[in-house]
């Protein structure tokens, strides 16, 4: 019995020993592989103690940001690689989100979480061909309503970009509010050279809403082979009708067209338009003139825009008016703006503004200037927020009389946002009929004020605005 004893601790000795050579083997053979499985299981025994699902340790690295050493530490992690795609797309990095994406599809390419992601990462580089077999392939999966319908929206929109001639069609209605629509100083007493003017009724500072509509119709048709060269035309019709002010009644439709040039990297765009404005229903204002825009990329990021714009603008009398006609005359104007992407969800622009308007009486010239700026920031399923800011200042030639004795200066601050939200971000899971579902829900508040040595021409106004706007690609 001892003897067997013996013999049995032989060979457990000699077991023990020959499984300790082994690992001791696969260590030395393969370190990188050993180390990585080591670590690996360091990190899912503390998931397990501190009680951290997959889906919860996936949650918290989304809400960091994740490092590329990071993932060279263990690049075979599917969540970790995943929450560093989305840390790259949202610094606009969209290129190398895709690389990621496809790196995490080759060790894992069932995952259909991380197949919608690269898709959609295809369709925003505009890479057609790719995002189109991309998408067609995820369509053949069981997904949910709201997924499928995003899906083969794209696939739409993928159809709609690839034709040499393009439609758009665009439908507008809103309701807007302003506390001081007819633009009157607040007071009853405005000042003139006979002595002070009493204001009552309709010509003191009138707060009034308004319901206003907009329908557009725009082509483009692509020339010149492979080159990105267009031939663009939109004509537009647009009506506000005060409920209060009916004098203040404005319809407006215009027309614009002309050819765009693809000189990369710098777009021409040359445009011939003409607008024709109703005020109080009667014939107001024509317009006609020449535009030229040129946007030149300096980079991914970075975008300098330009335009100058000649405009031939005849002004006809109104009932109501008496010297509205002496505005006639040609208005020369120009801008130059930067347009920054901070990332991929802020894009910024600031600019400058100059202008030259001439008329057949003085006191209608004047000198402006002017700067400006747009923040535009993307939240995700077709939410936005949009600021913009201005600046402009006016000196004119010559006083009126009618006003004061002084020559007129003035300035115009103006401050506005809006935030809008598709109808399908806020009924989800497709229960939404097809035809609402791209309609943007938007509302909008915007702030003028205007500072003059005239009190006649200070004044403040505040504007309130929902809207719903439908587009239409054909």
Known sequence: MDRFGTNLSLLAIFVCALTSATAFAQTTLDPA??????????????????????SQYLNRLMGRKVTYEEVLKNPDDIDLNLAFARTQIRAGDLNGASATLERVLLIKPGNLAVRILYAVILYRLDARNDAEREIRNILKYRLRPGVRAELTGYLEDIAWRNKRTRWEALFHTSYQFETN????????????????????????????????????????????????????????????????????????????????????????RILAFTQYLQLSHEPFLVNGGVKVKADWWISKETTLRSSATFDSQHFNELEETVDQARRTGPQVSGTFAVRHKITARHIGSVGLLALRKTANANYWRYYGAGLFARHQWFFGHGMYLLSTASWTYHIHDAPRL?????????????FGTSFGVPLASIVRGGGLPKVFRP????????????????????YSNWRFTLGLTRRFAF
């Open 33 to 54: 592989r050993e180390k990585r499985r080591v670590q690996e299981e360091r990190r899912k025994t503390g998931a397990v103690q501190r009680g951290v699902t997959t």
């Open 181 to 268: 629509r007819n633009s009157v100083p607040s007071g009853t007493v405005l000042a003139s050279p006979g002595g002070p003017v009493l204001l009552n009724g309709e010509n003191q500072a009138t707060a009034d809403s308004a319901v206003r509509g907009l329908v557009r119709l725009s082509l483009e048709h692509k020339i010149g082979g492979h080159l990105g060269h267009k031939l663009v035309a939109r004509v537009g019709l647009y009506h506000s009708e005060q409920l209060r002010l009916d004098r203040l009644t404005l319809s407006v439709a215009d027309f614009e067209g002309g050819l765009v040039l693809d000189l990369t990297p710098v777009e021409l």
């Open 402 to 414: 009618t006003d004061s004795s002084r020559t007129r200066y003035q300035h115009f601050l103006r």
């Open 439 to 458: 309609v943007n829900l938007s509302v909008g508040m915007g702030y003028e004020r205007s500072f003059s040595n005239i009190r006649n021409y200070q």
